[in-house]
């Protein structure tokens, strides 16, 4: 198993930055892949970027080139880089580790084992 939390949500103004952390602790298995994923009010949850223990990483299409995630095999502090923030970004953003191996980055939440309780980013206009 392994503890996973976020931190780093707050308030900010569109085209501020702000860079959340996903700290892994606990840890008795191996990660192969950390996940963030993000929960507007009244909406489903949806990805935002996966880095796998390899370094590989894959971005939503509304986060390219403003998003970036960074972390080091066994991924116990995985960084989101959040740059130019919009209103439409405004949500809970939560990480989650994949434990089962896999070579590159994971898209789908399903394919993640363990899940933060969420860090909160409003983004105001």
């Known amino acids: 198993q392994v503890r996973l939390v976020e931190s780093g949500g707050r308030m900010v103004q569109a085209g501020e930055s702000l860079t959340l952390t996903c700290e892994a602790s606990?840890?008795?298995?191996?990660?192969?892949?950390t996940g963030w994923f993000r929960q507007a009010p009244g909406k489903a949850r949806e990805f935002v970027a996966s880095?796998?223990?390899?370094?590989?990483?894959f971005y939503a299409d509304s986060v390219i080139g403003r998003f970036t995630t960074t972390g080091e095999h066994p991924h116990n502090m995985v960084l989101l880089q959040m740059n130019n923030l919009k209103p439409e970004d405004t949500a809970v953003y939560y990480c989650?580790?994949?434990?089962?191996?896999?070579?590159?980055?994971?898209?789908?939440?399903?394919?993640?084992?363990?899940w933060g309780q969420g860090t909160q980013v409003t983004v105001s206009s």
């Open positions: 989650a580790q994949r434990q089962t191996y896999t070579y590159t980055y994971r898209i789908t939440a399903s394919d993640y084992d363990y």
């Open positions: 606990e840890r008795t298995v191996s990660t192969y892949a």
């Open positions: 880095i796998s223990w390899t370094g590989s990483t």
